[in-house]
């Protein structure tokens, strides 16, 4: 079992003491999504894996809260936005702009990117750098201008 599946059910358990339910329907809802991802492709999923699919709920959570503040449905924006917390506990350290801006930038020099047609080399480079700890709407952005200028 990958060590970051391993934390969240122990996580879990110890929800299951405080009795505080809600983080524990969020951390199961997480396993649960886990679960059947393992199910479905009949593989073992490892941390990178892990991290991949808590990001994808993370950013799902995000988008859910703007669509309810659109919506002026604070009652469910303020309920997505507990579970967002709670899955934001299992994932890395989130990157400075800085940070963020000097990955793009070696990203580009190390694949000799000079155009925009050379931006799927540089995207192959940086996603497995910031995989759950930067949003990826931004590093596109990010590279975009670094390939344009």
Do not use: N
Not at 78 to 84: F, M, N, P, Q, T
Not at 104 to 128: C, F, H, R, T, Y
């Amino acid at each position: 079992m990958s060590e970051l599946k391993q934390q969240i059910t122990t996580e879990m358990k110890a929800a299951m003491r405080a009795k505080d339910k809600e983080r524990l329907s969020t951390i199961r809802m997480m396993l649960a999504e886990l679960k059947r991802i393992e199910i479905d492709e009949r593989i073992e999923l490892d941390d990178t894996r892990v991290l991949t699919v808590l990001d994808k709920m993370s950013k799902q959570r995000r988008d859910s809260i703007s669509q309810f503040e659109e919506a002026a449905r604070m009652d469910l924006a303020d309920a997505e936005r507990r579970e967002l917390e709670v899955i934001k506990t299992f994932l890395p350290q989130p990157l400075t702009e800085e940070e963020v801006a000097a990955i793009v930038k070696k990203a580009a020099e190390e694949s000799g990117a000079q155009s925009m047609q050379d931006m799927g080399k540089v995207m192959g480079l940086i996603k497995p750098q910031v995989q759950g700890r930067a949003d990826m709407g931004i590093i596109s952005k990010l590279v975009k201008s670094e390939l344009s200028s």
